[in-house]
Each structure stands twice: as C-alpha cells, then as structure tokens.
T-cell receptor
Framework: DTGVSQDPRHKITKRGQNVTFRCDPI?????LYWYRQTLGQGPEFLTY????????KSRLLSDRFSAERPKGSFSTLEIQRTEQGDSAMYLC?????????????FGPGTRLLVL | QQPVQSPQAVILREGEDAVINCSSS?????VHWYRQKHGEAPVFLMI?????EQKGHDKISASFNEKKQQSSLYLTASQLSYSGTYFC???????????????FGQGTILTVHP
C-alpha cells in the first residue's frame, strides 16, 4: 500500500516563471487536498477535490494559482508568474470519503524556492 | 479562524508527561492531530469526532470536549521519538457534516531530552 506521492520534491525557480506540481493520492481515495506551509506555521488550506470536482478554494488561492484533477486520480497545482512570497512547502493530502469524518494522509511535500 | 494551541513549546526529559491543548471559536465536527518532524510531512496521529470521545494509541491519547470546542493531546512517558511539532487540525461543523478542509493551529514544538 503506497502512500501519497508528490513530484518534484524540490523546485527552485526564478521570479516570474511558471511551475507545476503533481500529487498522486492513495489509491481509491476520492478526496484530495492541497495545503501550503511556510516556516514555523501550520499548513494552510488551498483547495480540495472530490473525485474530479473542485469543491472549495481558499481566498489564499489567487488567480495565479490553478489546480486540476482531470480524471479523479492525480492532481496538479500550477503557479503562474511566481513571486518570492510563493516560496513555501506545498503539501498534498488524500482521504477516503466516509460518513464519520475523514483522516487526511499527507504526502512528502514539494518545497518551492522562488529567487 | 485558526484554532489556538497551547503551549507554544514544551521541553521534557524522557519519561515525563505533556499535555497540548487546542481551542477553537467555531463549532467543530472533528479534531485531527498530527506530528511533524523538521523537513518532513505531517504524520497522522488520531482523529476525534464530535461527541466528546476520547482515544488512545500506545502512550498517546486525546480528548475532545464538544461543548467547549477544545481538544487535548496527552503524551505519557515521553520518548525521544516524540520530539517534533504537533498540530491540531479542525474541521468545522456544517449541518452535522464536515466539508473536509482542515484549519490548523500554529503548532506546539515538543523537545524530549535524554
């Protein structure tokens, strides 16, 4: 049973460039979440999907950010025209949809540094 | 609104106990506890649902007081491996169901010394 995987694990880019991250959830988990974590803070919710439907987006997610989950399996998070303030750890989590609450399992994260 | 964790940091010697608290101003559906080591992803510890339940796992247990919207994580007979940052994540109550997204506290740094 493999866990949540993310790719790449590290990304260094120059300001203004576009970057794309990939998340592969645990097999058969139909909920997928993206969070962002900066140093010394807890993860902040960005968006989540149930199957291929994007059900909620945080106000943190500016129009430079877009996420997709085209076939209800893996997801991508794209940041356009990156800014230095985008430097953070981007975490993906998945959960099964069960009636009495869901445990979210996190992937290893993608650490982004914008120069 | 972000839940508030206390204390911000705890230093223990091996074998000592600790309690970490998490308070929310919102009606909660569930509380999730995670431990994160430096540079790694958060690791799930346990989930508590509304109803005032208490759970335990080895020497780590937690409680959820629905009336007060508070949860506490209890670490007994701490081990070196317990060191890390502990986060509570809360899911708000919306008509008896959770929308799933978690709002995390700012974290409690736990350091266990030999």
């Amino acid at each position: 049973d493999t866990g949540v995987s993310q790719d790449p694990r590290h990304k260094i880019t120059k300001r203004g460039q576009n970057v794309t991250f990939r998340c592969d959830p645990i097999s058969e988990h139909n909920r997928l979440y993206w969070y962002r974590q900066t140093l010394g803070q807890g993860p902040e919710f960005l968006t989540y999907f149930q199957n291929e439907a994007q059900l909620e987006k945080s106000r943190l997610l500016s129009d430079r950010f877009s996420a997709e989950r085209p076939k209800g399996s893996f997801s991508t998070l794209e940041i356009q025209r990156t800014e230095q303030g985008d430097s953070a750890m981007y975490l993906c989590a998945s959960s099964p949809k069960v009636r009495l609450g869901e445990t979210q399992y996190f992937g290893p994260g993608t650490r982004l540094l914008v120069l | 609104q972000q839940p508030v964790q206390s204390p911000q940091a705890v230093i223990l010697r091996e074998g000592e106990d600790a309690v970490i608290n998490c308070s929310s101003s919102k009606a909660l559906y569930s509380v999730h506890w995670y431990r994160q080591k430096h540079g790694e992803a958060p690791v799930f510890l346990m989930i508590l649902l509304k109803g005032g339940e208490q759970k335990g796992h080895d020497k780590i247990s937690a409680s959820f007081n629905e009336k007060k919207q508070q949860s506490s994580l209890y670490l007994t007979a701490s081990q070196l491996s317990y060191s890390g940052t502990y986060f509570c994540g809360t899911a708000a109550n919306a008509g008896g169901t959770s929308y799933g997204k978690l709002t995390f506290g700012q974290g409690t740094i736990l350091t266990v010394h030999p």
